[in-house]
Structures are given as C-alpha cells and as structure tokens.
C-alpha cells in the first residue's frame, strides 16, 4: 500500500523536476549554527573533517559542510526538485554515502501565505520530494524521516515575497 | 471535576418557582486547567443586520432576589448576582449587535415581586419597547434557580418565560440561556448564546510562537488554557457534546491528532498510524471523527469511529485532499482539494462517493464548513488576500464577507447566522479571533487574553 504512494509521488517528482522555478529573490542566509571554526580551507570540506572542526557525521559538520545546500526552496504551492535542488540534493546525498551511520530528518516548509491545514500536507509533499530524491540517489530509506511543519516554523519572518521564498523550503537535518 | 446542569422548564407562579429538572446533562471541565480568566467582551464594535427586530428597544433590568443571602457564585450575595446576571444578558445581545438594549447599570431594580408584575408606567416612560426582567434565588441544596421573563411593554403582556436550575459553577449559562430565549423569541432565529469556543492562544515573536489549546463560553468567559505550550497545539474542534476536542499536536515530534477527554484529562491518538495526521473534523452525531493522513508525502481524508476502530480512506487522489466539513444530516461531507492544480472546494456523499468540485470562480478556495443550518458553506478565498465568504452548497452566490491581509479559517455560531474566523497581521504575524455577520457589513474582534487563531465554535449547550 505504501509503496504505491512511495512510487506515486516519485514520479511526480519526476515528472515535475522539468517544470522551470525561480532562484530565490535573495540568497538564503549562511546557516548560523557554526560553534566551531572552519576547517582549514585547503582540505575538501566533505572528506576530511579538521580536528578542531565539528564531528564528521553530525549536524553541525554536516551543515558547515552543506554551506546552504541543507535547504531547498519551492514555488508556490509547489514541491518539485528543480537542477538547483538537485545540486544541493546531490551534494547531501554524498555526504549521507559518505557518513553512513549518520540518519536525517528531512523538515518540510512552507510559507505563511497559506491555509493551516493545506501547509501541513504542503510541507509534507516538500519533506517527501526531497527525500524521495535522496532515495533515488543511493540513500537508504529507512535512515531518512520527514516532518511537516507547514507554516508554523518561518526562517524569515517578514510578510514580502522574498520572505515567503526562503521560507518555502525543505531542510536536511542530521540526527545527532 | 463534574458539574451537574439542571435544565427545568419553570414555573407558573414565582411564589412557587422550583419545578422538576425536564432534562439533565453533565458537564466536565479540563483537568489540566492552567489559569482561569474570566472578562467581558469590550463591545467596541456591534454586528448589525438588516432585518426590522433589530431595532427594538430593549431595557434590560437587574435580575432580583428573594432573599440576598451568600452563594458561591457570588461573593457579595445572590442580590449582586442577579444583577451580574443581567449584564451577561445585556451583554450578550449588545456585543453581537442584537436588538438595541439598555442594561441593568442605568435603569431601575425592579423587586422581587415586579419580577412577574412589571411596573409598566416606569418602562414606558424609557421608551422602552420589549422588557427583560428576572430573578435568582439560592436553593437550600446549594444550586441557584433562575427566571427568565420577556415583556412587551406596549402590550403590557408577557411573550414568553423560562427558569433553569444550575450549580453555583456555572451561573453564567442561565444568563446566556436567557439571552438565547430573549434572542430567538424577537428574532424567530435558533439561540447560540450558550455555548463554547475551543481555540489556539498564541504568545511569542513570529519565529518561536507558542501555541496552546484553550476554551472559552461564547463570550468569553471561563477562559482556560488546556495545554502548556511546550508541544504547538493546532486546529482544535470540540466534540458535539463537548466531552472531546480533537485536535493537532507535536508533543512526540511529529504533527498528530490527539482526541482530549475533557472530563479525564487522557488523550489519545486518532490513530496509531506512524503517518502525519491532521484536520481532524468530528460528524453531527458525535460518532465518527474525519481525519487527513499523508502517506509518503500524498494527503487523503480518512474517517475513522469516534470510540476507535479501521479507519476507511475517503479519498484516493495524488492531490491534496484535507479538512472536511459533514452537512448536519451527516450525509455529505464538504472538503478541499489541489487536484485540479489548485485549491478548490468539493463535495462528496459521506461514504467517499461522488466526488464533484463546487467552486468554480476566481482564486483558490480552502477550509470549507458547512453551516449548522444547511444551506451554506463557508471558507477562505484566496485572491490574494484571504478572505471569509459563503456560498450556497452547490457553489453558486459566492459573497465575500470580509476584506483584510489575511482572515482564515471560518467557524459558525450554532444557529448558521455569525461566522467566527482568524485574522493575520502582516509583518508581525499577530492572530486575532473575529466574527462577522452574513451581511458581511459589520465584524468585531473578540477579547482573548492572548494571540487567537483557529478558533472552532461548539453547539448550543442542552
């Protein structure tokens, strides 16, 4: 029964993935949760954690390492992958191959422009799309979970379009 | 805690006042009470319709007694609270906007024995047209009785009577009983006075809100917060009955439907489905509760028995199908869904059957409810702003009633004549509670101690 849907909304991500999208209006803010310094710059940052860095594998090595590709942005009521995403979901997936001991929650979002109820399946669509991706790229399933939090959780807080962008998006978040 | 409700239909003579309970129903509080603030709406703005009763003039005068003696509804005595009693009645009809009365504060006591013998030449020289006088007496049982009499002054006729018997605890019903008996005997409308709202109470900036489940009277009064805060509490909906209120939590992580026994405090999943559950939508009768699951990121409408059970899937689309209102003969059910490309509004038979969209104008459409009264449904319009309209059941005389950045999520008083809704403040985020008349012409935001959204308007009580 699940597997249907599981392939049902596969598709349609995609089958959608060829639909045009936006970038964001404005770039999404550099992630904020970095307590340790970089690693040193010469090293490539996905393989070889530094030892004053993070701990390889965990969320804050893992968001210093993704440099904003943790989050992906939709249109509107949307929830396809665009290339974009598929970066960011690429460079993810290499890092969960890469770590694989390390399990994620993949957040759904959307913005406050919405009804309540229809955000929550909003921000659930979103949750899945990128994790069904994730899936497609080698990721096993059973250490990927998703929540919606549909517009209860804004990263932006003003009420303009570019707000509204940032906000419509799925972040990747390791387990610690 | 219980508290028994006696509902006796009184009483020929006021000498003789206590007649046998007709009905009994029991009633329950949380457990989990928190605080308790009681208030009075601020009336600020009046909801006004068109039709001609609106403009009789209506003294309302203090409520006597018998004897003032002490009460625990009342900490000065049963003379105090009878006046308490008639400015819940005035202002009951004078914050929605009913009638054009004139409260207990600026007209004269009438004595216990006027209560059944008005003085009419006092209340025709106040052009008073219609005349609402009562009384409370406290009983050697410790429940207080309360009469209800409505007057035409003109005729010098009484039109019609009541009485309740009542604990201490909750005095304010037979006010807003009262109120309901004034309301539909001038109007021909059904009451909706007594009753309860569930909402959310929001406090905190945009970014980090908390939001708790709590309760109100109609008016109100009784205000009690349900949850602390630490899970976000959403889209509350009290049972028929109000012995439940199903509603939306994150307190395992995950947005889950938890059906709250207000009388025990326990609650339990909806489901024990690991699938996100929301929108939970309770039947007429009380017996099956609706609610939306997403299953690897697709959205259905799922029913499931009140008492729990197998859930039956209602609606098999790739779209996004959630929420779901039943007409009140539970026959239908009135939903939402994107799998035209869009949001828009459907109906289908209770059993999932025939499923046809109804909305086929400008915009998005989203949260349908079906008014107690049948005839129409109301939800949020989406061109833009958000807006609350109604149309008839078929889709067709869409009216918007309001006009600002952000109103959502419609809820109707009991009798299908005042739609509540929440309003958004752009920028700040900030949620109030409304309420609007089908005229659209005249809205005013309730007094809530906090932030209020997803407000959800419970029956008359019995």
């Not at chain 1, 970066?87 to 979002?109: C, F, I, S």
């Amino acid at each position: 029964m699940s597997n249907k849907f599981i392939i049902l909304a596969a598709t349609s991500v995609l089958a959608l993935a060829a639909c045009s999208k936006k970038p964001p209006e404005e770039l999404p803010p550099a992630p904020v949760q970095t307590p340790a310094p970089a690693p040193a710059a010469t090293r490539a940052p996905a393989a070889t954690p530094t030892p004053t860095g993070p701990v390889a594998g965990s969320q804050a090595h893992f968001s210093q390492t993704m440099s904003g590709r943790d989050v992906i942005f939709f249109d509107t009521d949307k929830f396809d992958i665009d290339s974009e995403d598929a970066a960011a979901l690429r460079a993810q997936a290499e890092y969960l191959l890469q770590y694989g001991r390390a399990n994620a929650t993949v957040e759904g979002h959307a913005d406050e422009r919405g009804t309540r109820d229809y955000n929550l399946a909003l921000g659930e669509r979103r949750a899945n799309a990128a994790k069904n991706y994730l899936v497609s790229l080698g990721v096993s399933e059973n250490r990927l979970r998703t929540v919606s939090y549909g517009e209860e959780r804004p990263a932006a807080t003003g009420s303009t379009e570019s707000a509204w962008a940032r906000n419509r998006r799925a972040v990747t978040v390791l387990i610690d | 805690m219980k508290i028994r409700f006696l509902l006796s239909s009184i009483l020929a003579c006021l000498a003789f006042g206590i007649a046998a309970p007709a009905s009994a129903q029991q009633l329950t509080l949380p457990e989990e009470e928190l605080e308790t603030i009681e208030q009075e709406g601020d009336g600020t703005t009046v909801t006004v319709t068109a039709e001609s009763w609106q403009d009789l003039g209506i003294a309302i005068a203090s409520f006597a007694t018998n004897e003032d003696v002490a009460t625990p509804a009342n900490a000065q005595g049963t003379s105090a609270l009878g006046h308490e009693l008639s400015r819940i009645v005035y202002n009951d009809l004078r914050n929605n906007g009913l009638f054009r009365p004139v409260g207990p504060d600026s007209l004269p006591r009438p004595n216990y024995a006027q209560v059944s013998e008005p003085a009419w030449g006092t209340w025709r020289g106040r052009s008073a047209e219609m005349l609402v006088q009562g009384y409370v007496r406290a009983n050697a049982d410790g429940r207080l009785t309360v009469g209800c009499y409505l007057y035409d002054v003109v005729l010098e006729e009484q039109l019609v009577r009541e009485g309740w018997v009542v604990q201490p605890a909750e005095w304010r019903r037979a006010a807003h009983k009262c109120a309901d008996l004034v309301y539909s005997r001038l109007s021909g409308e059904s009451p909706f006075f007594d009753s309860r709202i569930a909402y959310i109470a929001e406090t905190g900036p945009k970014d980090n809100r908390t939001k708790r489940l709590a309760i109100m009277d109609s008016d109100g009064a009784n205000h009690r917060f349900i949850t602390n805060g630490r899970s976000t509490a959403l889209t509350p909906r009290y049972s028929p009955d109000y012995s439940k209120i199903a509603y939306l939590s994150y307190l395992d992580g995950n947005p889950r439907i938890y059906v709250y026994d207000v009388d025990s405090g326990q609650q339990t999943l909806v489901t024990q489905s690991s699938n996100p559950t929301f929108a939970p939508r309770w039947s007429p009768d009380g017996r099956y509760l609706l609610y939306s699951m997403a299953i690897g990121g697709n959205t259905d409408i799922y029913r499931i028995p009140a008492g729990g059970g197998t859930p039956v899937r209602l609606t098999n689309t790739p779209g996004i199908d959630v929420g779901g209102s039943f007409s009140p003969d539970g026959s239908k059910i009135v939903f939402e869904s994107d799998r035209s490309g869009s949001q828009q509004i459907y109906v289908m038979d209770a059993d999932g059957s025939n499923q046809r969209r109804i909305t086929f104008f400008g915009g998005r459409a989203g949260t349908p409810e079906w008014s107690p009264r049948g005839d129409q449904i109301a939800f949020t319009h989406i061109v833009g702003d958000f807006r609350i309209a109604v149309m008839d059941t078929n889709g067709r005389n869409m009216r918007d009633l309001t006009d600002a950045w952000h109103d959502e999520a419609p809820t109707w008083a009991p009798n299908g004549r005042i739609i509540q809704f929440f309003r958004t403040e752009r920028g700040t985020g900030e949620t109030s509670i409304w309420q609007v008349d089908l005229t659209g012409e005249n809205e005013r935001r309730l007094n809530t101690p906090v932030g209020a959204s997803d407000p959800a308007w419970g029956p008359v009580l019995p």
